[in-house]
């Protein structure tokens, strides 16, 4: 293309094996649509990245222009030879493969690991399309009484329930019912404007979508708006969930901190360290405790209201009636 020469030969760069690579566009120049102007962009970058910022040389390792060629920047071997040594180890070639330009074999070799790189993010964002969820409009809820109020995101805390009433749920048919059972004893019997919690997990392997990931929900006492919660439909006070159900509700997790719903540092909980219930159960409680970023026991923020627990202190209340 007409490359300058460097000022200074170019370092070699550490890096590891299997490096994912950064993907960056130029700002300037604008998009070139031909041969002719892709290489007066190219050099235009070159001339700027030694001229005007002072390097040895045109910064990126390649350029992609908009005449579909890539423009060799900083090329090295011993790069080249370390994602040819990364595309080995994934099987992605043999041992013997065999290249006849070492220059195109660099560059289909970055241009396949930079595919692969880009289907390994693909995977890895798909946490959250590994759970089979249920919107409001499939499960049939009612309109609330009043629209949520927003939460701000991400938030550190995240609640295990357990639904207490109505019991487990086997099927699809069933959990509908229970999912519709919590909506109402919510709307009707406690005057809440909407089912409390943000997601419900059925035994049939389903999640429903109750409030959803950023509205408040009416879940915990005192965290309804720095929380997030997910009720296991029935009563875990010694009976486990099926290690289906109990899988679902890590990925619940997972996929919330995917979203950024969750801080990276996020908090689990069951309902208990916060309040005085027995929710979500002993059997379940005992299980969320060898989860990831447990942290039980009374929290500081510990409220109870002992009148109203007094009166039923295993059904999944939530009294926080000031909210
Ligand atoms: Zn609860």
Not at 102 to 125: D, P
Request: hydrophobic share 35%; with cysteine; aromatic share 10%.
């Amino acid at each position: 293309m007409g490359a300058r020469t460097p000022k200074e030969p170019v370092k070699s760069m550490v890096e590891p094996v299997c490096h994912v690579p950064y993907i960056q566009h130029t700002y300037d120049p604008p998009k070139c649509q031909n041969q002719s102007s892709c290489i007066d962009a190219v050099k235009w970058v070159q001339d700027f990245h030694m001229d005007t910022r002072g390097w040895d040389d045109i910064g990126y390792n390649y350029l992609l222009g908009g005449d579909g060629r890539i423009y060799v920047g900083r090329v090295m071997l011993d790069l080249a030879q370390k994602r040819v040594k990364c595309a080995i180890e994934m099987g992605v070639i043999t041992h013997d493969y065999n290249c006849t330009d070492i220059e195109t074999k660099h560059i289909n070799m970055w241009l396949f690991l930079f595919v692969l790189t880009l289907l390994k993010s693909y995977t890895l964002a798909s946490i959250c399309d590994e759970i089979t969820w249920v919107s409001r409009a499939e499960w049939g809820a009612r309109t609330p009484k009043e629209p949520a109020k927003p939460m701000v995101t991400p938030v550190l805390h995240a609640f295990i329930h357990h639904t207490d009433d109505p019991p487990k749920c086997q099927n699809q048919s069933s959990c509908i019912d229970a999912v519709k059972w919590v909506q109402d004893f919510h709307m009707d019997t406690r005057g809440w404007d909407d089912i409390g919690y943000n997601y419900l997990l059925g035994g049939d392997g389903r999640i429903y979508v109750g409030r959803g990931w950023y509205a408040c929900g009416r879940h915990t006492l005192g965290m309804n708006d720095k929380a997030i919660a997910l009720s296991l439909i029935g009563n875990y006070e010694s009976d486990a969930p099926s290690q289906l159900i109990l899988d679902l509700a890590q990925k619940w997790v997972k996929c919330a901190l995917e979203k950024g719903v969750i801080t990276h540092d996020y908090q689990l909980h069951g309902h208990r360290d916060q309040t005085c219930t027995t929710c979500p159960g002993q059997r379940l409680y005992d299980i969320i405790k060898k989860w990831h970023n447990f942290k039980g026991g009374k929290l500081d923020t510990y409220v109870c209201n002992k009148t109203l627990t007094t009166i039923s202190p295993s059904l999944d209340i939530d009294y926080d009636i000031e909210f």
